[in-house]
């Protein structure tokens, strides 16, 4: 059977609005919980900050949920989020996720990216049942993450080029062929995504309405298809591949992950870096979040990684990855 999710109720309202009468689970982080919940009336049965998103870390969060809860809630980014989608749905309990910035789109997804054998895997989850926006909120987030999941939609640019550099070489499998009117709608939304990038940047409430416009068209587009090839290639790859060399601390934000990644992608593929690098970083993505020397031991390993883990053909299959051409391509992007 396929099934083609939806996206999930989207509720644009104030969180002062929100009145929970079900015995709720909370999924939160701290800044996320400082600005958002003291707007917000929860009858809390049980609160946890998730602080990676291993598969077995969000499965002994599932298990340890206390019986009397109705609701799972995620207040925050793209991991309170996944937890809370991962754990509705291992529970067969209702989520309502809260965005606190317009950092990912996992918010308004059917899967839930869980780390796992040192790479990234999906686990359908079905979307979760609400999506509560407060624009108040959104728009008073930290800069470098308030409107960074616009990566979502500029990391097209570099998904298309893959999808079809891998049809050209006919390593495209049947359910993910090129299809050439999706290519088309999906580059239209990476058009938009250049155009309102500088108003995400500057927190204007229209530029983060049309970002969220974008970011679900571009959902409901892989939700129809199937798959994320349109919008998940090399520059993905490079972000998984990194992740693990950030993971001390607090680590670095997906988007200062995936940024630099798409730099790097559209390098390789022979593409003029200016307009991506000025929008990118327009748009409040931090492009020097990353050490000089991680992100060349990670190019130097990639086309290994990406074999090992089996992910889609890219250019970093048949890429020139030598130290020459590394020191080059961190020069053209401005990465090192």
Not at 113 to 128: F, I, L, M, Q
Not at 191 to 197: E, L, Y
Not at 300 to 313: C, G, I, R, T, W
């Amino acid at each position: 059977m396929t099934t083609i999710w939806p996206l999930p109720k989207i509720e644009i309202r104030a969180l002062s609005t929100v009145k929970e009468s079900r015995p709720t689970a909370l999924l939160t982080g701290g800044p996320a919980w400082a600005a958002a919940g003291q707007f917000l009336e929860l009858p809390l049965v049980v609160q946890a900050e998730p602080h990676q998103a291993d598969h077995d870390f969000f499965k002994s969060l599932a298990e340890n949920i206390p019986p009397q809860v109705e609701v799972i809630y995620g207040v925050g980014g793209g991991l309170a989020s996944d937890a809370a989608k991962f754990i509705g749905r291992t529970r067969g309990l209702p989520v309502v996720v809260i965005p606190t910035a317009l950092s990912v789109d996992g918010f308004f997804t059917s899967i839930v990216a869980v780390r796992e054998k040192g790479s990234v895997n999906y686990v359908e989850t079905g979307p979760s049942d609400t999506v509560i926006i407060d624009w108040e909120i959104v728009r008073n987030a930290p800069p470098d993450i308030r409107g960074t999941g616009i990566v979502e939609n500029l990391s097209i640019v570099t998904g298309l080029l893959d999808w079809r550099y891998a049809a050209e070489k006919g390593k495209n499998t049947p359910q993910t062929r090129f299809v050439p009117w999706a290519a088309g709608l999906a580059a239209g939304l990476a058009q938009q995504a250049f155009k309102i990038a500088k108003g995400v940047g500057q927190g204007n409430v229209e530029s983060l309405q049309n970002l969220l416009d974008l970011m679900c068209m571009e959902v409901a587009l892989t939700n129809q298809l199937g798959h994320n090839r349109p919008q998940e290639g090399s520059e993905q790859f490079f972000a998984y591949a990194i992740e693990p060399r950030t993971a001390s601390g607090r680590g670095v934000p997906y988007a200062d992950l995936v940024g630099p990644g798409i730099l790097i992608a559209a390098a390789l593929h022979g593409q003029d870096i200016a307009p991506l690098r000025d929008t990118i970083a327009s748009a409040g993505v931090r492009l020097g979040q990353l050490r000089r020397t991680d992100i060349f031991d990670t190019m130097k390993m990639l086309p290994q990684y990406v074999a090992e883990h089996d992910l889609p053909y890219s250019i970093i299959n048949d890429a020139d990855l030598s130290d020459a051409r590394i020191e080059e391509i961190l020069k053209i992007t401005g990465l090192g």
